[in-house]
């Protein structure tokens, strides 16, 4: 009776004991042994970290940018000087508009200095119009970035004279 407890025993101490695996290098077609060694993962706790996603040529179907408006709401065309009277607008059309999609029109003097920026939700809408008003453009050089979400969709550099 005790030799079947201790042969359990040791039976059921070997079953549970791991298995060390033993690997194998990769071979290549001619025999040559190869071992790759990963490097350690980079701490970025600290770092910033800018990641720009190209878009491809379909992220904008049609845009325009000038003074007036057509019936339908749009600009046609592209003009780039402007009166200090006249309003600046910014139309654009989507290829996409995903769930969620915030679309901006922002506005830069010489300085990098941000002097207009107005967002709006597109909630599946594909076309959008802005207007930056007249009072808020002072004679000089401009420009203009209209956002597809938080990604740079068109630029212009416009003059108001």
């Known amino acids: 009776m005790k030799f079947r407890v201790v ?4 039976l059921f101490v070997a079953a549970c004991q791991r298995q060390r695996e033993t690997r194998q290098p990769s071979q290549t077609r001619r025999g040559v042994t190869t071992t790759t060694i990963a490097a350690p993962p980079a701490n970025l706790m600290q770092k910033k970290v800018v990641e720009q996603i190209p878009f491809g040529p379909n ?4 845009k325009g940018i000038g003074p007036k ?4 709401g749009t600009v046609s065309g592209e003009v780039l000087a402007y009166k200090p009277t006249d309003p600046v607008n910014v139309t654009m059309r989507f290829h996409e508009s995903p769930h969620g999609l915030q679309s901006s029109v922002r506005v830069e003097d010489p300085k ?7 967002f709006r939700e597109m909630n599946g809408g594909k076309l959008v119009t802005f207007t930056i008003p007249p009072k808020k453009l002072k004679r000089g050089h401009y420009k203009v970035e209209g956002y597809w979400g938080g990604n740079v969709a068109v630029e212009w550099d416009i003059d108001v004279k």
Do not use: F, H, W
Request: aromatic letters at 6%.
């Open 7 to 10: 042969l359990i025993a040791v």
């Open 59 to 62: 992220l904008l179907d049609s």
């Open 69 to 72: 408006l057509a019936a339908d």
């Open 112 to 118: 990098g200095k941000e002097v207009y920026r107005t």
